[in-house]
């Protein structure tokens, strides 16, 4: 029997203001303005253990609340490794909280919805 390989994903949202100091002159986004952000993060693999799962669905709950919790409500420029908090820097800024834990960590995403705007993060 082939050996089958699924992907999990969990999600959690979170609110924060930034700005973005580069960019041309005339960008709003060089104000200090806020967002309404959600992350998700995938962990791919073939489950295993006694009960039979990629990762415990709970507990990267948990680890992906504790992250956003960090940034809910604070300025995102102000967090080391977040000086410049673009959507990209943001994906590898989850990444890094949750690879150690997850060594199958496959897909960050962090989007704007309400902007329709979103940045994934491919791992391995």
């Not at 959507?87 to 309400?114: K, M």
Request: charged residues 25%; hydrophobic residues 35%; negative net charge.
């Amino acid at each position: 029997m082939t050996q089958r390989t699924f992907e999990i994903t969990k999600a959690a949202t979170f609110e924060a203001a930034h700005y973005l100091s580069e960019g041309p002159e005339h960008r709003p986004y060089r104000q200090l303005h806020g967002h309404s952000f959600r992350v998700e993060a995938s962990v791919r693999g073939a489950p295993g253990g006694p009960v039979g799962w990629v990762a415990d669905l709970a507990d990267l709950d948990a680890d992906l609340r504790s992250a956003a919790g960090e940034l809910d409500h604070g300025l995102l420029n102000d967090k080391p490794g977040l000086e410049h908090p673009t959507l990209e820097t943001l994906c590898a800024w989850f990444a890094d909280r949750l690879a150690a834990r997850y060594p199958g960590l496959s897909r960050v995403t962090v989007s704007r919805p309400t902007l329709g705007e979103s940045c994934t993060l491919t791992l391995g």
